[in-house]
Protein backbone atom coordinates (compact mmCIF):
# COMPACT_ATOMS: atom_id res chain seq x y z
CA UNK A 1 0.00 0.00 0.00
CA UNK A 2 1.22 3.39 -0.76
CA UNK A 3 -0.42 6.49 -0.90
CA UNK A 4 0.83 10.26 -1.23
CA UNK A 5 1.45 12.33 1.72
CA UNK A 6 1.60 15.85 2.11
CA UNK A 7 4.60 17.40 3.63
CA UNK A 8 5.96 20.70 4.93
CA UNK A 9 10.07 20.76 5.21
CA UNK A 10 11.43 24.05 6.72
CA UNK A 11 13.98 25.51 4.08
CA UNK A 12 16.44 28.04 3.96
CA UNK A 13 20.33 28.87 5.16
CA UNK A 14 21.01 30.07 8.87
CA UNK A 15 18.18 31.40 10.68
CA UNK A 16 16.21 32.30 7.26
CA UNK A 17 14.13 30.38 5.41
CA UNK A 18 10.44 29.11 4.80
CA UNK A 19 8.06 26.32 5.10
CA UNK A 20 8.01 24.68 1.73
CA UNK A 21 5.32 22.44 0.44
CA UNK A 22 5.66 18.75 -1.22
CA UNK A 23 3.67 16.13 -1.85
CA UNK A 24 5.71 12.50 -2.24
CA UNK A 25 5.02 8.74 -1.70
CA UNK A 26 4.36 6.82 1.21
CA UNK A 27 4.81 3.05 1.63
CA UNK A 28 4.10 0.34 4.22
CA UNK A 29 6.73 0.30 6.97
CA UNK A 30 8.17 4.17 6.20
CA UNK A 31 9.81 6.22 8.62
CA UNK A 32 9.74 10.04 8.18
CA UNK A 33 13.18 9.91 7.60
CA UNK A 34 12.55 7.47 4.39
CA UNK A 35 10.04 10.32 3.46
CA UNK A 36 12.69 12.83 3.81
CA UNK A 37 15.45 10.82 1.81
CA UNK A 38 12.28 10.22 -1.02
CA UNK A 39 12.10 14.01 -1.47
CA UNK A 40 15.81 14.27 -1.64
CA UNK A 41 16.14 11.46 -4.38
CA UNK A 42 12.80 13.07 -6.60
CA UNK A 43 12.53 16.81 -5.69
CA UNK A 44 14.65 18.59 -3.38
CA UNK A 45 18.46 17.05 -4.17
CA UNK A 46 20.02 20.10 -1.78
CA UNK A 47 17.65 19.31 1.17
CA UNK A 48 19.69 18.93 4.68
CA UNK A 49 19.49 16.49 6.67
CA UNK A 50 21.96 14.70 9.27
CA UNK A 51 21.25 11.31 9.73
CA UNK A 52 23.36 7.71 10.05
CA UNK A 53 22.53 4.63 11.48
CA UNK A 54 18.43 4.54 11.09
CA UNK A 55 18.21 2.70 13.91
CA UNK A 56 17.61 5.37 16.84
CA UNK A 57 20.73 4.62 18.09
CA UNK A 58 23.39 7.32 17.07
CA UNK A 59 21.24 10.45 18.01
CA UNK A 60 21.48 12.31 14.49
CA UNK A 61 18.11 12.70 12.88
CA UNK A 62 16.73 15.14 15.72
CA UNK A 63 13.90 17.03 14.23
CA UNK A 64 10.76 18.71 15.15
CA UNK A 65 7.97 16.42 13.89
CA UNK A 66 4.46 18.21 13.75
CA UNK A 67 6.48 20.59 16.49
CA UNK A 68 7.29 17.83 18.77
CA UNK A 69 11.13 16.94 18.75
CA UNK A 70 11.53 13.50 17.45
CA UNK A 71 13.80 11.22 16.00
CA UNK A 72 12.99 11.10 12.16
CA UNK A 73 14.20 7.33 12.02
CA UNK A 74 12.10 6.18 14.73
CA UNK A 75 9.21 8.10 13.36
CA UNK A 76 6.52 5.47 11.98
CA UNK A 77 4.22 7.12 9.36
CA UNK A 78 1.85 5.28 10.11
CA UNK A 79 1.42 7.31 13.48
CA UNK A 80 -0.25 10.05 10.93
CA UNK A 81 -3.55 10.25 8.97
CA UNK A 82 -2.91 10.15 5.22
CA UNK A 83 -4.60 12.94 4.73
CA UNK A 84 -2.69 15.22 7.31
CA UNK A 85 -0.22 17.72 6.37
CA UNK A 86 3.44 16.62 8.67
CA UNK A 87 5.18 19.48 9.33
CA UNK A 88 9.31 18.65 9.42
CA UNK A 89 11.74 21.43 10.95
CA UNK A 90 15.14 21.77 12.48
CA UNK A 91 15.40 21.72 16.33
CA UNK A 92 14.40 25.43 17.62
CA UNK A 93 17.02 26.03 20.09
CA UNK A 94 19.97 25.52 17.78
CA UNK A 95 21.26 27.29 15.28
CA UNK A 96 20.44 26.47 11.89
CA UNK A 97 23.28 25.41 9.63
CA UNK A 98 21.03 24.15 6.76
CA UNK A 99 17.58 23.09 6.36
CA UNK A 100 16.96 20.63 9.04
CA UNK A 101 20.54 20.30 10.13
CA UNK A 102 21.30 22.26 13.25
CA UNK A 103 24.54 23.34 14.73
CA UNK A 104 24.99 21.52 18.34
CA UNK A 105 28.20 23.00 19.27
CA UNK A 106 26.58 24.44 22.00
CA UNK A 107 25.94 20.97 23.61
CA UNK A 108 29.90 20.10 23.13
CA UNK A 109 30.67 23.13 25.16
CA UNK A 110 28.73 22.14 27.69
CA UNK A 111 29.96 19.00 27.75
CA UNK A 112 33.88 20.14 27.47
CA UNK A 113 33.03 22.50 31.19
CA UNK A 114 31.96 19.08 33.21
CA UNK A 115 35.40 17.84 34.99
CA UNK A 116 35.34 14.13 33.65
CA UNK A 117 35.71 11.45 36.46
CA UNK A 118 37.41 11.98 39.29
CA UNK A 119 38.74 8.62 41.29
CA UNK A 120 40.40 8.87 44.91
CA UNK A 121 43.95 9.76 44.49
CA UNK A 122 45.06 6.61 46.78
CA UNK A 123 42.90 4.28 44.33
CA UNK A 124 44.92 3.23 41.33
CA UNK A 125 43.52 2.02 37.75
CA UNK A 126 42.53 -1.54 38.13
CA UNK A 127 41.98 -1.46 41.93
CA UNK A 128 38.23 0.00 41.75
CA UNK A 129 35.88 -2.97 43.21
CA UNK A 130 32.19 -1.84 42.97
CA UNK A 131 28.91 -4.08 43.21
CA UNK A 132 26.86 -3.89 40.59
CA UNK A 133 23.95 -2.23 42.84
CA UNK A 134 26.36 0.55 43.43
CA UNK A 135 26.44 2.05 39.50
CA UNK A 136 22.92 0.47 38.52
CA UNK A 137 21.76 4.34 38.75
CA UNK A 138 24.67 5.89 36.58
CA UNK A 139 24.31 3.00 34.18
CA UNK A 140 20.80 4.30 33.31
CA UNK A 141 22.16 7.60 32.03
CA UNK A 142 24.70 5.95 30.11
CA UNK A 143 21.86 5.21 27.82
CA UNK A 144 21.81 8.24 26.53
CA UNK A 145 22.51 8.40 22.52
CA UNK A 146 23.17 12.41 22.58
CA UNK A 147 20.26 13.54 20.69
CA UNK A 148 20.39 16.43 22.46
CA UNK A 149 16.23 16.33 21.73
CA UNK A 150 16.09 16.69 25.64
CA UNK A 151 18.09 20.06 25.45
CA UNK A 152 16.57 21.38 22.40
CA UNK A 153 12.89 20.88 23.94
CA UNK A 154 14.09 22.25 27.62
CA UNK A 155 12.14 25.28 27.54
CA UNK A 156 14.90 27.29 29.82
CA UNK A 157 17.09 27.54 26.79
CA UNK A 158 14.41 26.94 24.26
CA UNK A 159 12.45 29.78 24.91
CA UNK A 160 15.50 32.30 26.74
CA UNK A 161 18.27 32.00 24.42
CA UNK A 162 19.85 34.45 27.06
CA UNK A 163 19.93 31.32 29.86
CA UNK A 164 22.80 29.40 27.65
CA UNK A 165 25.49 30.66 29.22
CA UNK A 166 24.42 29.65 32.50
CA UNK A 167 22.40 26.63 31.82
CA UNK A 168 23.78 23.03 30.91
CA UNK A 169 20.60 21.60 30.17
CA UNK A 170 19.21 18.39 31.04
CA UNK A 171 21.92 15.91 28.96
CA UNK A 172 24.71 17.51 31.13
CA UNK A 173 23.03 18.20 33.90
CA UNK A 174 21.91 14.68 34.09
CA UNK A 175 26.11 13.60 33.40
CA UNK A 176 26.39 15.52 36.76
CA UNK A 177 23.98 13.06 38.46
CA UNK A 178 25.97 9.93 36.54
CA UNK A 179 29.26 10.96 38.14
CA UNK A 180 27.58 12.21 41.00
CA UNK A 181 26.33 9.41 42.32
CA UNK A 182 29.56 6.99 41.10
CA UNK A 183 31.06 5.79 44.27
CA UNK A 184 34.45 6.45 43.31
CA UNK A 185 33.59 9.67 41.99
CA UNK A 186 35.10 12.35 44.38
CA UNK A 187 34.91 15.48 42.60
CA UNK A 188 32.47 18.57 43.93
CA UNK A 189 29.80 18.41 41.90
CA UNK A 190 27.10 19.56 43.87
CA UNK A 191 27.99 23.56 44.52
CA UNK A 192 29.30 23.10 40.77
CA UNK A 193 25.54 21.80 39.53
CA UNK A 194 23.80 24.79 41.27
CA UNK A 195 26.52 27.51 40.93
CA UNK A 196 28.29 26.70 36.96
CA UNK A 197 25.75 24.35 35.30
CA UNK A 198 22.36 26.13 36.35
CA UNK A 199 20.72 22.78 38.34
CA UNK A 200 18.57 25.81 40.04
CA UNK A 201 17.05 27.09 36.30
CA UNK A 202 15.06 23.80 36.16
CA UNK A 203 11.58 23.51 37.03
CA UNK A 204 11.65 20.01 36.88
CA UNK A 205 8.43 20.34 34.28
CA UNK A 206 9.65 17.06 32.70
CA UNK A 207 9.96 17.88 29.27
CA UNK A 208 13.35 16.37 28.59
CA UNK A 209 11.79 12.77 30.02
CA UNK A 210 8.80 12.74 27.82
CA UNK A 211 11.40 13.34 24.53
CA UNK A 212 13.77 11.29 25.63
CA UNK A 213 14.08 8.34 22.44
CA UNK A 214 16.00 6.05 25.24
CA UNK A 215 12.74 6.23 27.72
CA UNK A 216 15.53 8.06 30.10
CA UNK A 217 14.26 9.02 33.59
CA UNK A 218 15.78 12.04 33.52
CA UNK A 219 13.98 14.00 35.70
CA UNK A 220 12.62 11.28 37.94
CA UNK A 221 16.11 9.41 38.16
CA UNK A 222 18.71 12.43 37.52
CA UNK A 223 17.82 15.93 38.09
CA UNK A 224 15.41 15.66 40.91
CA UNK A 225 18.18 13.50 43.13
CA UNK A 226 20.84 15.96 41.94
CA UNK A 227 18.49 18.78 43.26
CA UNK A 228 18.42 16.84 46.59
CA UNK A 229 21.84 16.28 46.23
CA UNK A 230 22.33 20.41 46.22
CA UNK A 231 19.95 20.87 49.20
CA UNK A 232 21.63 18.34 51.91
CA UNK A 233 24.84 20.65 50.86
CA UNK A 234 23.30 24.25 50.89
CA UNK A 235 19.61 24.23 52.40
CA UNK A 236 19.56 21.68 55.18
CA UNK A 237 20.79 22.45 58.10
CA UNK A 238 20.50 18.99 60.07
CA UNK A 239 22.30 17.42 57.06
CA UNK A 240 25.33 19.93 57.14
CA UNK A 241 25.26 19.42 61.01
CA UNK A 242 25.35 15.35 60.87
CA UNK A 243 27.83 16.17 58.79
CA UNK A 244 29.95 17.82 61.48
CA UNK A 245 29.33 15.50 64.10
CA UNK A 246 29.12 12.45 62.43
CA UNK A 247 32.67 13.41 60.29
CA UNK A 248 30.96 12.18 57.17
CA UNK A 249 32.21 13.37 53.63
CA UNK A 250 30.51 12.59 51.00
CA UNK A 251 33.06 9.88 49.26
CA UNK A 252 32.59 7.88 52.27
CA UNK A 253 28.80 6.93 52.02
CA UNK B 1 24.28 29.98 -3.18
CA UNK B 2 25.87 31.92 -0.11
CA UNK B 3 27.97 29.37 1.83
CA UNK B 4 27.77 29.57 5.74
CA UNK B 5 30.39 29.40 7.85
CA UNK B 6 30.88 29.30 11.41
CA UNK B 7 31.37 32.32 11.38
CA UNK B 8 28.55 34.03 9.79
CA UNK B 9 26.19 35.76 11.72
CA UNK B 10 23.14 33.56 9.76
CA UNK B 11 25.26 30.57 11.14
CA UNK B 12 24.24 31.68 14.48
CA UNK B 13 20.67 32.23 13.49
CA UNK B 14 17.83 29.52 15.13
CA UNK B 15 15.01 28.95 12.45
CA UNK B 16 13.12 32.34 12.28
CA UNK B 17 9.79 30.16 13.10
CA UNK B 18 6.87 32.39 13.60
CA UNK B 19 4.32 29.69 15.36
CA UNK B 20 4.50 29.73 18.87
CA UNK B 21 4.53 25.72 18.77
CA UNK B 22 3.82 23.83 15.78
CA UNK B 23 2.45 20.69 17.36
CA UNK B 24 -0.99 19.68 16.02
CA UNK B 25 -2.20 17.76 18.94
CA UNK B 26 -4.57 18.83 22.25
CA UNK B 27 -0.93 20.33 24.15
CA UNK B 28 -3.44 22.60 25.82
CA UNK B 29 -5.71 20.07 27.53
CA UNK B 30 -3.24 18.89 30.27
CA UNK B 31 -2.65 22.42 31.43
CA UNK B 32 -6.21 23.13 31.08
CA UNK B 33 -7.48 19.88 33.34
CA UNK B 34 -4.67 20.83 35.86
CA UNK B 35 -5.79 24.64 35.69
CA UNK B 36 -9.35 23.38 36.88
CA UNK B 37 -8.88 20.21 39.10
CA UNK B 38 -6.07 22.17 41.22
CA UNK B 39 -9.05 25.80 41.28
CA UNK B 40 -11.39 23.57 42.73
CA UNK B 41 -9.24 22.17 45.20
CA UNK B 42 -8.40 25.90 46.29
CA UNK B 43 -11.85 26.48 45.92
CA UNK B 44 -13.55 23.33 48.27
CA UNK B 45 -10.29 24.26 50.90
CA UNK B 46 -11.01 27.67 51.30
CA UNK B 47 -14.37 26.84 52.31
CA UNK B 48 -13.57 24.26 54.18
CA UNK B 49 -11.19 26.12 56.56
CA UNK B 50 -13.97 28.66 57.70
CA UNK B 51 -16.59 26.10 57.80
CA UNK B 52 -17.49 24.68 61.51
CA UNK B 53 -18.54 21.42 60.90
CA UNK B 54 -15.77 19.49 60.61
CA UNK B 55 -16.45 16.91 63.78
CA UNK B 56 -19.13 14.64 64.26
CA UNK B 57 -18.38 11.36 66.49
CA UNK B 58 -16.58 9.28 65.90
CA UNK B 59 -15.67 10.76 62.33
CA UNK B 60 -13.01 14.28 61.72
CA UNK B 61 -13.02 16.30 58.69
CA UNK B 62 -9.11 16.34 57.36
CA UNK B 63 -8.85 19.42 57.01
CA UNK B 64 -9.54 20.45 60.16
CA UNK B 65 -7.17 17.41 61.73
CA UNK B 66 -5.53 17.79 64.55
CA UNK B 67 -7.60 20.14 66.04
CA UNK B 68 -5.28 22.28 68.22
CA UNK B 69 -7.63 24.89 69.58
CA UNK B 70 -9.52 24.51 73.00
CA UNK B 71 -12.22 26.86 71.97
CA UNK B 72 -13.68 25.26 68.98
CA UNK B 73 -12.32 22.14 69.05
CA UNK B 74 -14.83 19.65 71.29
CA UNK B 75 -13.03 17.21 73.76
CA UNK B 76 -13.83 14.47 71.74
CA UNK B 77 -11.75 15.85 68.61
CA UNK B 78 -8.84 16.76 70.24
CA UNK B 79 -5.88 14.31 69.34
CA UNK B 80 -4.87 12.45 72.86
CA UNK B 81 -6.87 15.72 74.74
CA UNK B 82 -3.99 17.89 73.24
CA UNK B 83 -4.98 21.47 72.32
CA UNK B 84 -2.38 23.59 73.42
CA UNK B 85 -3.96 26.88 71.59
CA UNK B 86 -6.29 28.47 74.64
CA UNK B 87 -9.55 30.38 74.43
CA UNK B 88 -7.61 33.02 73.04
CA UNK B 89 -7.86 31.63 69.81
CA UNK B 90 -10.61 31.75 68.42
CA UNK B 91 -10.19 31.51 64.59
CA UNK B 92 -10.83 28.31 62.04
CA UNK B 93 -8.36 25.43 63.82
CA UNK B 94 -7.88 24.46 59.76
CA UNK B 95 -5.74 27.54 59.88
CA UNK B 96 -3.39 26.40 62.44
CA UNK B 97 -2.15 23.45 60.54
CA UNK B 98 -3.67 23.45 56.90
CA UNK B 99 -0.08 25.19 55.86
CA UNK B 100 1.55 22.03 56.20
CA UNK B 101 0.00 19.59 54.23
CA UNK B 102 -0.48 22.41 51.71
CA UNK B 103 3.16 23.52 51.73
CA UNK B 104 3.84 19.67 51.59
CA UNK B 105 1.63 19.88 47.89
CA UNK B 106 3.23 23.24 46.91
CA UNK B 107 6.62 22.38 47.26
CA UNK B 108 6.09 18.64 45.74
CA UNK B 109 7.85 17.72 42.45
CA UNK B 110 4.85 16.99 40.90
CA UNK B 111 2.77 19.29 41.88
CA UNK B 112 5.56 22.20 41.16
CA UNK B 113 5.76 20.45 37.41
CA UNK B 114 2.19 20.65 37.15
CA UNK B 115 1.18 24.41 38.42
CA UNK B 116 4.39 26.02 36.32
CA UNK B 117 2.69 24.33 33.49
CA UNK B 118 -1.17 24.82 34.20
CA UNK B 119 -0.93 28.54 35.99
CA UNK B 120 2.51 29.63 35.11
CA UNK B 121 2.97 28.43 31.77
CA UNK B 122 6.07 27.89 31.96
CA UNK B 123 6.29 26.12 29.53
CA UNK B 124 2.06 25.42 29.39
CA UNK B 125 3.55 22.34 27.39
CA UNK B 126 6.60 20.64 26.06
CA UNK B 127 7.75 22.59 22.78
CA UNK B 128 4.89 25.20 23.24
CA UNK B 129 6.59 28.79 23.85
CA UNK B 130 6.35 30.38 27.17
CA UNK B 131 4.91 33.77 27.31
CA UNK B 132 7.42 35.25 29.82
CA UNK B 133 10.18 37.49 28.55
CA UNK B 134 12.76 36.63 31.38
CA UNK B 135 13.26 33.49 33.32
CA UNK B 136 15.42 32.65 36.46
CA UNK B 137 13.40 29.17 37.22
CA UNK B 138 14.17 28.43 41.13
CA UNK B 139 17.71 29.62 40.81
CA UNK B 140 16.68 32.77 42.61
CA UNK B 141 14.24 34.18 45.27
CA UNK B 142 11.14 33.69 45.86
CA UNK B 143 11.64 30.22 43.72
CA UNK B 144 14.23 29.03 44.88
CA UNK B 145 11.97 28.51 48.80
CA UNK B 146 11.07 25.74 47.03
CA UNK B 147 14.43 23.42 48.44
CA UNK B 148 12.82 23.57 51.72
CA UNK B 149 10.36 20.68 50.22
CA UNK B 150 12.19 18.10 52.56
CA UNK B 151 11.45 20.27 56.08
CA UNK B 152 7.06 19.79 54.91
CA UNK B 153 7.76 15.95 54.31
CA UNK B 154 8.88 15.32 57.98
CA UNK B 155 5.69 17.09 58.59
CA UNK B 156 3.69 15.46 56.00
CA UNK B 157 4.72 12.38 57.97
CA UNK B 158 3.19 13.34 61.40
CA UNK B 159 0.09 14.54 59.58
CA UNK B 160 0.09 11.14 57.71
CA UNK B 161 -0.04 9.72 60.86
CA UNK B 162 -2.53 11.38 63.06
CA UNK B 163 -4.97 10.88 59.67
CA UNK B 164 -4.34 7.30 60.30
CA UNK B 165 -4.81 7.80 63.90
CA UNK B 166 -8.51 9.24 63.27
CA UNK B 167 -9.30 6.55 60.72
CA UNK B 168 -8.79 4.37 63.84
CA UNK B 169 -10.69 5.69 66.08
CA UNK B 170 -13.61 5.77 63.13
CA UNK B 171 -13.22 2.17 63.26
CA UNK B 172 -13.40 1.14 66.96
CA UNK B 173 -16.49 3.77 67.02
CA UNK B 174 -18.27 2.52 64.05
CA UNK B 175 -16.71 -0.02 62.40
CA UNK B 176 -20.00 -0.58 60.19
CA UNK B 177 -20.17 3.19 59.47
CA UNK B 178 -19.12 4.01 55.44
CA UNK B 179 -17.31 7.53 56.69
CA UNK B 180 -14.99 4.84 58.42
CA UNK B 181 -14.30 3.31 55.08
CA UNK B 182 -13.76 6.67 53.56
CA UNK B 183 -11.59 7.79 56.39
CA UNK B 184 -9.54 4.56 55.95
CA UNK B 185 -8.88 5.13 52.20
CA UNK B 186 -8.02 8.13 52.52
CA UNK B 187 -5.30 7.66 55.20
CA UNK B 188 -4.01 4.69 53.17
CA UNK B 189 -3.66 7.08 50.26
CA UNK B 190 -2.41 10.38 51.86
CA UNK B 191 0.49 7.78 53.36
CA UNK B 192 1.18 6.51 50.08
CA UNK B 193 1.67 9.75 48.31
CA UNK B 194 3.70 11.06 51.49
CA UNK B 195 6.20 7.77 51.01
CA UNK B 196 6.41 8.44 47.98
CA UNK B 197 7.47 11.70 47.64
CA UNK B 198 11.28 12.59 46.31
CA UNK B 199 12.36 13.77 49.21
CA UNK B 200 11.33 10.64 51.07
CA UNK B 201 13.30 8.19 48.22
CA UNK B 202 16.97 10.45 48.58
CA UNK B 203 16.17 10.62 52.84
CA UNK B 204 16.47 6.94 52.48
CA UNK B 205 19.32 5.88 50.61
CA UNK B 206 19.16 8.32 47.13
CA UNK B 207 22.26 10.02 48.96
CA UNK B 208 24.26 7.42 49.57
CA UNK B 209 26.84 6.02 46.66
CA UNK B 210 27.45 2.77 48.02
CA UNK B 211 24.11 1.04 48.35
CA UNK B 212 26.10 -1.78 48.76
CA UNK B 213 27.15 -0.94 52.31
CA UNK B 214 23.69 -0.25 53.37
CA UNK B 215 21.49 -2.94 52.08
CA UNK B 216 18.45 -2.31 54.41
CA UNK B 217 18.43 1.23 53.38
CA UNK B 218 18.76 -0.03 49.80
CA UNK B 219 15.99 -2.05 50.04
CA UNK B 220 14.27 0.77 51.58
CA UNK B 221 14.96 2.96 48.32
CA UNK B 222 13.76 0.33 45.96
CA UNK B 223 10.05 0.37 47.59
CA UNK B 224 10.22 3.84 47.64
CA UNK B 225 11.19 4.04 44.23
CA UNK B 226 8.66 2.04 43.09
CA UNK B 227 6.11 4.07 45.19
CA UNK B 228 7.71 7.85 43.68
CA UNK B 229 7.15 5.89 40.00
CA UNK B 230 3.36 6.29 40.99
CA UNK B 231 4.23 9.50 42.34
CA UNK B 232 1.94 11.56 40.13
CA UNK B 233 -0.94 9.20 40.78
CA UNK B 234 -0.97 9.16 44.45
CA UNK B 235 -0.48 12.90 44.24
CA UNK B 236 -4.07 13.06 42.48
CA UNK B 237 -5.76 10.43 44.05
CA UNK B 238 -4.45 11.43 47.66
CA UNK B 239 -6.12 15.01 46.58
CA UNK B 240 -9.62 13.64 45.62
CA UNK B 241 -9.63 11.32 48.30
CA UNK B 242 -9.27 14.17 51.16
CA UNK B 243 -10.90 16.37 49.80
CA UNK B 244 -13.90 13.65 49.48
CA UNK B 245 -13.41 12.85 52.59
CA UNK B 246 -13.11 15.71 54.23
CA UNK B 247 -16.67 17.06 52.35
CA UNK B 248 -18.04 13.62 53.30
CA UNK B 249 -17.39 14.42 56.93
CA UNK B 250 -19.17 17.53 57.11
CA UNK B 251 -22.04 16.28 55.27
CA UNK B 252 -22.38 14.04 58.42
CA UNK B 253 -21.48 16.57 60.51
CA UNK B 254 -24.47 19.01 59.22
CA UNK B 255 -26.81 15.99 58.80
CA UNK B 256 -27.54 16.38 55.35
CA UNK B 257 -26.31 12.56 54.81
CA UNK B 258 -28.06 10.81 57.36
CA UNK B 259 -28.28 7.14 56.42
CA UNK B 260 -28.52 4.40 59.08
CA UNK B 261 -24.72 3.51 57.77
CA UNK B 262 -23.38 6.71 57.49
Redesign the interface.
Known sequence: MSYKAKFRVWRGEGGEGRLEDFTVEVNDGEVVLDIIHRLQATQAPDLAVRWNCKAGKCGSCSMEINGKPRLGCMTRMSTFAEDETITVTPMRAFPVIKDLVTDVSFNYQKAREIPSFTPPSDVKPGEYRMQQIDVERSQEFRKCIECFMCNNVCHVIRDHEENKPAFAGPRFLMRIAELDMHPYDVADRKDAAQEEHGLGYCNITKCCTEVCPEHIKITDNALIPMKERVVDRRYDPLVWLGNKIFRRSDAKR | ??Q?T?E??????????KER?????QWWRYPLVTFIIFMAFLIYATWAIFDKSFFVSPYHAPFASPCLAQATCPEEARLFGFAPFGDWYTLPPGLLILGLPAGFRFTC?YY??AY??GFWL??PA?????P?R???????FP??LQ????YFFYAAIVIGLILAIDAVKALIGKPDGLGTWILIINAVFINLYTLSC??C??ITA???????RHPVR?RAWGFVSKL??KHQELALISMFTVMGADLYVRLVAKGIINFPFA
Open positions: MTTANTARRQRAQITLRTDYRKYRSPCAVGEHRYTGESRLINIHRHSRHGRLNHFSYNA
